[in-house]
């Protein structure tokens, strides 16, 4: 059954925690996504990956970390930096980055309060 | 400017009629448009993807794209209570791959 799995789907963080969501995929998909979803906002992109071993910088990388060791797992950490990182965050998959192969399927969440 | 446009609704359509969303984009050289389905809670699903000028029909989903206007629309026949969710509309601009999502319109399909 192909798909993206992402755990945990809800998650509390005191202040001053990082904390880790983990994402996978069986799609055999070479780029993966995180986005972040606030209340009223569209998805705003944190990292991609293209491939393996390479990462790049969205639009709000500033407090996030990730790592892409192998084509099925893109793990982010929200680090301590991250002020304000309450918020529902989505990781997704595409068989490319561009052209008709970029259509981007989504896992179903993660949603990060912070107490 | 933003550079997608959507209005945020709610879009209230009776059981059976046809409910029209619509989405514009400010980057007239992009060229990959998507439209997803996200229920409260819940993540998107990608219903529609549209890569050049004209209708796409899949079941009772329409999308329409002009690029020379720079909108690109939903159109959903038979309207059904399921239907009633927020629909994102994504655009990746031109020399690049990134998605820009709209801020969604909400549907709501009254039984």
């Known amino acids: 059954d192909g798909g993206i799995t992402q755990s945990p789907k809800y998650l509390f963080r005191k202040e001053g925690q990082n904390v880790t969501l983990s994402c996978e995929q069986n799609?055999?998909?070479?780029?993966m996504y995180w986005y972040r979803q606030d209340p009223g906002q569209g998805l705003r992109l944190i990292y991609y990956?293209?491939?393996?071993?390479?990462?790049q910088k969205g639009d709000i990388a500033e407090g996030y970390s990730v790592s892409r060791e192998k084509k099925e797992s893109f793990p982010l950490t929200v680090t301590s930096a991250q002020k304000n990182p309450t918020a529902f965050y989505l990781c997704?998959?595409?068989?490319?980055?561009?052209?008709?192969?970029?259509?981007?399927?989504f896992g179903p969440g993660t949603r990060l309060t912070v107490l | 400017q933003k550079e997608v446009e959507q209005n945020s609704g709610p879009l209230s359509v009776p059981e059976g009629a046809i409910a029209s969303l619509n989405c514009t984009y400010s980057?007239?050289?992009?060229?990959?448009f998507f439209w997803y389905r996200q229920y409260s809670g819940k993540s998107p699903e990608l219903i529609m993807s549209?890569?050049?000028?004209g209708d796409k029909e899949d079941g009772r989903f329409t999308a329409q794209l002009n690029k020379a206007s720079q909108y690109v629309s939903l159109l959903i026949r038979d309207s059904q209570p399921s239907d009633s969710a927020t629909y994102l509309c994504?655009?990746?601009?031109?020399?690049?791959?990134?998605?820009?999502f709209g801020t969604g319109t909400r549907l709501k399909v009254l039984a």
């Open positions: 997704a998959s595409s068989i490319a980055t561009r052209g008709f192969y970029n259509e981007q399927f």
């Open positions: 799609l055999n998909h070479d780029a």
């Open positions: 990956s293209q491939i393996v071993n390479d990462f």
């Open positions: 980057d007239r050289g992009s060229q990959s």
């Open positions: 549209i890569y050049s000028n």
């Open positions: 994504a655009v990746v601009t031109s020399g690049t791959y990134k998605y820009i």
